[in-house]
């Protein structure tokens, strides 16, 4: 069984930063794609940076240029930069990876950490 398990989260300050961090654990052979998303309260969930086994990126237009997704492979890691925090960035942040455990990739989706970004 594969866990992904985030932390990071906090009631930050606009302007503020933070960093989150989610670690994959388990029987794990690999992990391709990496992922967060976030969901704030009466919305659907939606992508916020994704990263590929190459450290290839992607971001949300709402976050480029304030937000940095890195993974250590080593590690089993991916973090997320939040830089120039607003108060629509508040949200539960969800990790997500391709992980593969035997001859195929599943997809995994941890229990999420909450931002609050508040004055």
């Known amino acids: 069984q594969v866990q992904l398990v985030e932390s990071g989260g906090d009631l930050v300050q606009p302007g503020g930063s933070l960093k989150l961090s989610c670690a994959a654990s388990?029987?794990?052979?690999?992990?391709?794609?990496m992922a967060w998303y976030r969901q704030a309260p009466g919305k659907q969930r939606k992508l916020v940076a994704g990263i590929t086994s190459s450290s290839s990126t992607n971001y949300a237009d709402s976050v480029k240029g304030r937000f940095s997704i890195s993974r250590d492979n080593a590690k089993n890691t991916v973090y997320l930069q939040m830089n120039s925090l607003r108060p629509e960035d508040t949200a539960v942040y969800y990790c997500n990876a391709d992980v593969r455990t035997g001859a195929t990739y599943r997809n995994y989706w941890g229990k999420g950490t909450l931002v609050t970004v508040s004055s």
């Open positions: 388990g029987n794990i052979f690999s992990i391709n794609a």
